[in-house]
């Protein structure tokens, strides 16, 4: 069975630039999210997809961040346009339930804003 | 609000069992632990979860005190590639959703 793949594994951008994440979660998982970790901290949510519905977005930090789940399979995160301080590691995980169901995560996507 | 606290790092050796303790203060009855391991250059690999006492696998232990203010991962007889960054989650029921808190992990090398 495939794992959750994310693309590209990184990234390097210009502040101002514009980067669209990708994620593959597992076959048949109808839950899906994304984390970011910034060196040293802690994994922070930002969001959570059921299907293609987002389902808790409270952890997005600003409209700079969109996110999309067409058909319910594949997301995407753009960050648009990026700043310095969204350097960081892009975690997405997914899940065949919510909340304590354990959660296979992909390898990350670095992303470096210079 | 519920937040989780790790300790940053641990040292320890091969052979030895190794006991990472998460604080996690407001958690409710039914709210559950998790914990995951990663490794470099992945992404964090689920290990055990509970909610309650002690739960055992294979590869851990996770012991839950009644006041549930914390809760401590048992690694028993540690390798060299235990070494890792293992990750305390904690999953708040709030009405039909969850609210996911992570801890900032704790930093594990096992010397041999």
């Known amino acids: 069975e495939a794992g959750v793949t994310q693309f590209p594994s990184h990234s390097v951008i210009e502040k101002g630039q514009t980067v669209t994440l990708r994620c593959d979660p597992i076959?048949?998982?109808?839950?899906l999210y994304w984390y970011r970790r910034v060196m040293g901290k802690e994994i922070k949510f930002l969001l959570h997809?059921?299907?293609?519905?987002?389902?808790?977005e409270s952890g997005m930090p600003n409209n700079r961040f969109l996110a999309e789940r067409t058909g319910g399979t594949y997301s995407t995160l753009k960050v648009q346009p990026a700043e310095l301080e969204d350097s960081g590691v892009y975690f997405c995980?997914?899940?065949?339930?919510?909340?304590?169901?354990?959660?296979?995560f992909g390898p990350g996507t670095r992303l470096t804003v210079t | 609000l519920a937040k989780t606290t790790q300790p940053i790092s641990m040292d320890s050796y091969e052979g030895q069992e190794v006991n990472i303790t998460c604080s996690h203060n407001?958690?409710?009855?039914?709210?559950?632990i998790t914990w995951y391991q990663q490794f470099p250059s992945q992404g964090p690999r689920f290990i055990i979860q509970?909610?309650?006492?002690?739960v055992t696998n294979e590869v851990a232990s996770l012991f839950i005190p009644a006041d549930r203010k914390s809760s401590t991962l048992s690694l028993p007889r540690v390798s060299l590639s235990d070494t890792a960054v293992y990750y305390c989650?904690?999953?708040?029921?709030?009405?039909?959703?969850?609210?996911?808190?992570w801890g900032a992990g704790t930093k594990l090398i096992i010397k041999p």
């Open positions: 989650l904690v999953a708040i029921r709030m009405d039909s959703n969850y609210q996911l808190i």
């Open positions: 997809f059921v299907k293609e519905s987002k389902q808790d």
């Open positions: 509970g909610y309650k006492t002690k």
């Open positions: 407001n958690i409710a009855t039914n709210d559950y």
């Open positions: 995980a997914s899940s065949p339930g919510r909340g304590p169901y354990e959660q296979y």
């Open positions: 076959s048949g998982h109808d839950n």
